[in-house]
């Protein structure tokens, strides 16, 4: 099992900046992916951000692209999604996942936290 824990969202206005973090512990040397991913109110949720545990690798939503900056640190077990120019569209709750080698699906999910952005 592993278990995830978000933090750092908070209220900021548009055009300002956070930095989510993920961390994660238990059978650590499962994963293989983290993912940053959020919903809205009334709306599916969506995937943001990605990072390949090994390799440091790492993709992002079209939206969130040149704006959002994944990373992880090792040594902490912990993933990072620096959130710059934000926009009142990136209101939402923000999620963190991990996903096991040769998986497809997302395994395990943390919490949430909330992130709101006023124009």
């Known amino acids: 099992q592993v278990q995830l824990v978000e933090s750092g969202g908070g209220l900021v206005q548009a055009g300002g900046s956070l930095r989510l973090s993920c961390a994660a512990s238990g059978s650590i040397f499962s994963i293989n992916v983290m993912g940053w991913f959020r919903q809205a109110p009334g709306k599916e949720r969506e995937f943001v951000a990605r990072?390949?545990?090994?390799?440091?690798?790492?993709y992002y939503a079209d939206s969130v692209k040149g704006r959002f900056t994944i990373s992880r640190d090792n040594a902490k077990n912990t993933v990072y999604l620096q959130m710059s120019s934000l926009k009142p569209e990136d209101t939402a709750a923000y999620y963190c996942a991990a996903r096991r080698l040769m998986r497809v699906e997302y395994d395990y999910w943390g919490q949430g936290t909330q992130v709101s952005v006023s124009s």
């Open positions: 990072i390949r545990w090994t390799d440091a690798s790492t």
